[in-house]
């Protein structure tokens, strides 16, 4: 069996580097940028007041109290056209232009005005005090977004306030995907004996859509070679195939039988890690296709690792953060001979550190206890006996393309 690492790296090898398009801005939330950004315009474009207060001149501060002659307002959008002369002020706005010659501001709580005349009472602490200066947050030219970064809420606000109403921003993936077996039956359709529910369906659609792709479902394939064949051929078009079940060694597993009839180019076929040993991966007719175990949880546990490999490479992403590490919550058993994925809860000890806690049944089938799940847990192939206070390796399952 391949390990884990191996197939990561084989799946990512797999697929290729989606193509540009530009979007506008408002539809650029957790897109993936293709090229870097660089800001069309200065901010501030000129020194402007970070308080509602007074511009006014330091040397004309050196007695206090000072009592200045206030000449004309500068609020934020408008401009004050004259300049302070010695002993003058200019009532001044949060944002507002500093007026020429000013070169500090007292704020407003710190005086007392009189119709004309200002009486300074308190001094600033220093010359330039709540003086926001030209290109104090970036300057025209400057790269502040670069290619392969994924757009929050807060990229999406810098690069309008760098004036950029278009980016260029990696193709979504469309992902193509299959559910198989006769005992599975879409939410909402009667339930024959033997029969559930295609969980899978759903939950797949969503990790495609929450990663920044475009589910495209081909419904669901029945426990024939024809049905395989007809509902895969579906896929034309998709950047990635994805199947969920059929890939064991049972009767009715027809996913490998099918597509080698079809050309299948088999890249590997499992893989030691617990849940998810019968993962497939290869390329039918250039399209790469991943296969991945039926249980709800091995479906979940292999799109976190292997399908969020193939989009980090499909978009082009960098700079995400897989792994982390946390304290364990409790006492883990010895490992075996898979790399093991295990279902936890994630809280925050008195000291700040990070408390990775294991659900006491760990069962491929228990999609309430993967939803209720932070993380999981990374055990490594033949781990010893881990103790409650031992720091371990988790895989946060916080991912997706849509964060603040």
Known sequence: MLSVTDALEKVSAGCELLPAEQVSLDAALGRVLARDVASALTHPPTAVSAMDGYAVRWDD??????????????????????????????????G??????????????????????????????????????????????????????????????????????????????????VATGDEVVMPGQAVGPGQIISSNSLALAAYVTAMGGEPVSLGIARDTPESLAETLAGARGADLLVTMGGASVGDHDLVRQVLGGRGFDLDFYKIAMRPGKPLIFGHIDGTPMLGLPGNPVSTGVTSALFLRAAFTKMLGLVGERTEATAVLGGDLPANGKREDYIRATLDTAADGRAVATAFPRQDSSMLAAFTKADCLIIRDVGAAPARAGDIARILPLGFGALRF
């Open 61 to 94: 501060l050196a007695a206090i109290p000072a009592e200045l002659t206030v000449i004309g307002e500068a609020a934020a959008g408008h401009v004050f056209a004259g300049a302070l002369a010695p002993g003058q002020a200019a009532r001044i706005f949060t």
């Open 96 to 177: 507002g232009a500093l007026p020429d010659g000013a070169d500090t501001i007292v704020i407003q709580e710190d005086t007392e005005r009189d119709g004309d005349t200002v009486r300074v009472i308190e001094k600033p602490a220093e010359k330039g005090e709540f003086v926001r200066p030209a290109g104090l947050d970036f300057k025209a030219g400057d790269v502040l977004l670069t290619a392969g970064q994924l757009l929050t809420a807060r990229g999406v606000g810098l690069a309008a306030a760098m004036n950029m109403p278009w980016l260029m921003v990696r193709r979504r993936p469309r992902v193509a995907f």
